[in-house]
């Protein structure tokens, strides 16, 4: 079965980078666009950013314009979150997501997803 798996997350200080990897397995990852999104404490599902198959093109939430970039290495089959000037309000649990065809923002609509890796920001 598809595997994806997330690792690189920590506890950091504002204004500090981490760079998360979610390496996917069992899944032709060429052929898919690629997501993250993180999850708060008692906050919903958020999309943070998501790349097409191709790494053509990108989308981002408003509030990491700027500071986070992703990207991916279809020869690794790894997508990648390079966070940086990290605040204390970006600490969520962070999730990769696949999904067929072009990157979206919406969580339902990604099929697959791996579970997750814990980003703290202190202030």
């Known amino acids: 079965q598809v595997q994806l798996v997330e690792s690189g997350g920590g506890l950091v200080q504002a204004g500090d980078s981490l760079r998360l990897s979610c390496a996917a397995s069992?899944?032709?990852?060429?052929?898919?666009?690629m997501g993250w999104f993180r999850q708060a404490p008692g906050k919903e599902r958020e999309f943070v950013a998501a790349i097409s198959s191709s790494a053509g093109g990108t989308l981002y939430v408003d509030s990491v314009k700027g500071r986070f970039a992703i990207s991916r290495d279809n020869a690794k089959n790894t997508v990648y979150l390079q966070m940086n000037t990290l605040k204390p309000e970006d600490t969520a649990v962070y999730y990769c997501?696949?999904?067929?065809?072009?990157?979206?923002?919406?969580?339902?609509?990604?099929?697959?997803w791996g579970q997750g890796t814990q980003v703290t920001v202190s202030s």
């Open positions: 997501a696949a999904k067929f065809g072009g990157p979206v923002a919406g969580y339902t609509l990604y099929h697959y």
């Open positions: 069992r899944l032709s990852f060429s052929n898919y666009a």
